[in-house]
Structures are given as structure tokens and as C-alpha cells.
């Protein structure tokens, strides 16, 4: 069995464009540099970034990256103090890949990508905040072509026309304020517990004048 480590600092000033490139040119696949990115601690990011950086994650992660989704910072960040800031509602710490990292997971090259970039995917009528099934069928349609070694590099114009073909224009309101409304409407619908809401309040903490219902 042969055992691939893939090596990329955290945060690079050069491109890894063209070490991806000199990889997969000497018989190692993408499948096997993109499983040795998703080992690392602060994987679970992308499973939390949500959409194609999640489907991903799931796909040529190890079956415990959800897990460790859920399990709080990783030691990139609780013991090498590397990570982003963020603001939820409290300043908090978490994990934040780099650059070249989201680069190695899409598979850019100087040539394209095996993937759309993050950005421009979450700048598409992709990006609508559901996985829906079209989406799924054209992500089981690309691992497909990739596995088969077709149409292996795509430019982000090229990616643009192909999303864009990919989700149906009803899928497309999903991303909208009345798409999204309307979706809510059909979720509530099937699943009306949905639509209540109760608030609950310790004795010590519930202001004099409050009212509520459980």
C-alpha cells in the first residue's frame, strides 16, 4: 500500500498550482492529495462552510470529519493558535484553511480546476442555501467524470456557464428572500411543530413582565 502526504504550509505566499500539477502528472490522483488534505485537524471547517466545501468534506473525507464538525475548534487552532476570528454573537476563535489549501481541495491548476472555486461557487445561482437534488446529481456527475478523466480542468468562465446549466431556475429562487420564504411555507407544511415557538425562561432570569407558552 502506498501512503501519500501531501505537505502545503498554512498559509503560503506561492501558488500551489503548479505543485498540484507536477503531482498529477507523476500518477497521483486527486482523490488521494485531497483525502491527505481532509486529515488534517482543521479539515472540519469545510464541513461547516456548508454547500460544495461540505459535499466535498463528505465525499473524500474520513467518515469522522462530522464528528469533529461538531466537536469545537481543532487543535490548529487550541494548541498552534492558528485560525480565524469570528463574531457569533461573541468574539470567538475557529478554524480557517488557507488559500492554497481551499486551492488543493478544488484541484486548481494553472490549467482550471477539478472543482469550481469556493467564491465563485457562493457567488452562483448555485449558492442557495440547500442542497437540493439537482445539486447532487450534477456533484455525483462530476466525481463521475473526473473518475473517468473527462473534461478534467475547467477555467471559472467555463464553471459559470456550468452551474449555471446545472441548477433549474426554479432551484434558483431558492437563494431569493421570496424563494426562501416559500420554501419555509412548504416545510411548515409537512412538518407544522415547526411553526411554534416557545420561549422558556429561568426563574431567576425571566424579566418581571414576562409572558410566555410552552
Same mark, same amino acid.
Do not use: K
Given at each position: 500500500?502506498?501512503?501519500?502526504?501531501?505537505?502545503w504550509?498554512?498559509?503560503?505566499?506561492?501558488?500551489?498550482?503548479?505543485?498540484?500539477?507536477?503531482?498529477l502528472?507523476?500518477?497521483?490522483t486527486?482523490?488521494?492529495?485531497?483525502?491527505?488534505?481532509?486529515?488534517?485537524?482543521?479539515?472540519?471547517?469545510?464541513?461547516?462552510?456548508?454547500?460544495?466545501?461540505?459535499?466535498?468534506?463528505?465525499?473524500?473525507?474520513?467518515?469522522?470529519?462530522?464528528?469533529?464538525?461538531?466537536?469545537?475548534?481543532?487543535?490548529? @487552532?487550541?494548541?498552534?493558535?492558528?485560525?480565524?476570528e469570528?463574531?457569533?454573537?461573541?468574539?470567538? @476563535?475557529?478554524?480557517?484553511?488557507?488559500?492554497?489549501?481551499?486551492?488543493?481541495?478544488?484541484?486548481?491548476?494553472?490549467?482550471?480546476?477539478?472543482?469550481?472555486?469556493?467564491?465563485?461557487?457562493?457567488?452562483?445561482?448555485?449558492?442557495?442555501?440547500?442542497?437540493?437534488?439537482?445539486?447532487?446529481?450534477?456533484?455525483?456527475?462530476?466525481?463521475?467524470?473526473?473518475?473517468?478523466?473527462?473534461?478534467?480542468?475547467?477555467?471559472?468562465?467555463?464553471?459559470?456557464?456550468?452551474?449555471?446549466?446545472? @441548477?433549474?431556475?426554479?432551484?434558483?429562487?431558492?437563494?431569493?428572500? @421570496?424563494?426562501?420564504?416559500?420554501?419555509?411555507?412548504?416545510?411548515?407544511?409537512v412538518?407544522?411543530e415547526c411553526?411554534?415557538v416557545?420561549?422558556?425562561?429561568?426563574?431567576?432570569t425571566?424579566?418581571?413582565?414576562?409572558?410566555?407558552?410552552?
Amino acid at each position: 500500500m502506498i501512503r501519500v502526504g501531501a505537505r502545503w504550509p498554512q498559509y503560503p505566499n506561492e501558488s500551489v498550482a503548479d505543485i498540484l500539477r507536477w503531482l498529477l502528472q507523476r500518477g497521483i490522483t486527486y482523490h488521494m492529495l485531497t483525502q491527505a488534505l481532509l486529515a488534517r485537524p482543521h479539515a472540519r471547517h469545510w464541513i461547516l462552510r456548508g454547500s460544495l466545501a461540505w459535499g466535498l468534506a463528505l465525499h473524500y473525507g474520513p467518515s469522522h470529519l462530522l464528528q469533529d464538525a461538531v466537536s469545537g475548534p481543532s487543535s490548529t @487552532v487550541l494548541v498552534e493558535g492558528r485560525g480565524g476570528e469570528y463574531d457569533i454573537p461573541y468574539a470567538s @476563535v475557529g478554524d480557517l484553511p488557507s488559500a492554497a489549501e481551499n486551492a488543493a481541495l478544488i484541484g486548481q491548476t494553472r490549467h482550471g480546476s477539478f472543482w469550481p472555486s469556493l467564491t465563485l461557487w457562493e457567488q452562483s445561482v448555485a449558492y442557495t442555501g440547500e442542497w437540493h437534488p439537482s445539486l447532487e446529481r450534477w456533484f455525483q456527475h462530476r466525481v463521475a467524470e473526473l473518475a473517468a478523466g473527462t473534461d478534467l480542468y475547467l477555467s471559472d468562465r467555463a464553471w459559470f456557464r456550468h452551474i449555471r446549466r446545472a @441548477v433549474h431556475s426554479t432551484e434558483r429562487a431558492l437563494g431569493s428572500t @421570496v424563494g426562501s420564504a416559500h420554501r419555509a411555507r412548504e416545510l411548515i407544511g409537512v412538518y407544522p411543530e415547526c411553526s411554534v415557538v416557545s420561549l422558556l425562561f429561568f426563574p431567576s432570569t425571566a424579566p418581571a413582565s414576562a409572558s410566555f407558552q410552552v
